[in-house]
């Protein structure tokens, strides 16, 4: 059976696998990214990425299958020039760059590159939580916020292979700036870092005692405690994205809005508060065939997708 090496590149980490046609994950590692060093210290960890899952393929004889590398990286990807363009803040570098033929020349292999969320929409669409459907609408919720269109089954990317960057939506007039350099946009107010810079501000003015610093999994911790706090800028968090995700229904009118990203991992109730959100803001008639779910291939997603670039 055909086989891909599957590549998802992160601020943090790079995580990679064997992926086989049928959506099997084998070899899966993690490598630092070394993001904030230099994009010749990432070129290098993608490089031994690739070699870890080759020599893995090698000695169970699987390396004569293997079609090639999908990679998925932050940042807009100029698809068919394979070169990230810019919009990656996280990664020191990473922009105005060939990301494919470093790795090409390294290890043989043809490499194609996309969006870091792109791929994990593409990876939920065809073996996740979007299974079965020809129109979804995937948004990755954690340091940014990232997003895939997938218009009749296939993934739309813009003329150029330049869109769909959800995240820099615009949601507050007058609003804060952005990373990407504009102000106001969906991923500064509804990002879990936004939520933790958010939580962390308020806790300092008030002089609420934490025994760690704040992220996600501590303020949604806190929030079913009741913690008045994390209760606060929890729905403030949902208030915000719930709107942002209101908005491309009303665009896109998806079957499936996934959603992506460590924080929705919390429980049922962050979906569930999401749509209670989302009821109050959309168009009902271009909601009414729309179920919002929580994607279920968690931080594999990324690379099932970019395998899935080969293995086409
Ligand atoms: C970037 C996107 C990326 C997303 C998730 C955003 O800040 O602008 O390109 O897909 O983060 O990593």
């Known amino acids: ?142 340091t940014g916020i990232g997003g895939a269109i997938i218009i009749d089954g296939h993934l739309f990317s813009g003329y150029g292979g330049r869109g769909t960057e959800l995240g820099h939506t615009p949601l507050i007039a007058n609003g804060e700036q952005c990373n990407c350099g504009a102000t106001g946009c969906l991923e500064h107010y509804a990002s879990t870092s936004a939520l933790v810079r958010r939580f962390s501000s308020l806790a300092q003015q008030e002089g609420l005692a934490l025994d760690r610093p704040a992220d996600g999994e501590l303020i949604t911790r806190l929030y079913l405690e ?11 968090h949902f208030y915000y994205l719930g709107r942002g995700i209101a908005g491309f229904i009303n665009i896109f009118s998806p079957q499936r809005v996934v959603i992506g990203g460590g924080i929705c991992e919390a429980g049922d109730f962050y979906i569930e508060q999401l749509r209670r959100v989302v009821a109050g803001q959309v168009i009902p008639s271009c909601a009414c065939q729309t179920e919002i779910v929580r994607a279920t291939l968690g931080n594999r997603a990324g690379l099932v997708g970019a395998a899935s670039l080969v293995l086409e």
């Open 1 to 142: 059976m055909k086989q891909a090496i599957g590549i998802d590149l992160g601020g943090t980490s790079i995580k990679y696998a064997l992926v086989s046609e049928a959506g099997d994950v084998r070899f899966e590692g993690k490598l630092p990214s070394r993001a904030d060093e230099s994009a010749e210290a990432v070129l290098e960890q993608l490089s031994r990425a690739a070699d870890a899952v080759l020599h893995s393929a090698r000695n169970e004889g699987l390396d004569g299958d293997i079609t090639g590398i999908g990679l998925g990286t932050p940042g807009i990807v100029d698809t068919d020039g394979r070169r990230v363009l810019g919009g990656a803040e996280n990664i020191k570098g990473w922009e105005q760059i060939d990301v494919a033929t470093p790795l090409e020349l390294h290890t043989g292999l043809k490499v194609r590159v996309n969006n870091d969320a792109n791929l994990m929409g593409l990876g939920e669409t065809r073996y996740g939580a979007g299974r079965g459907c020809t129109h979804v609408v995937f948004l990755t919720v954690g």
């Open 226 to 236: 009741g913690q008045p706090l994390a209760v606060k800028c929890m729905e403030e």
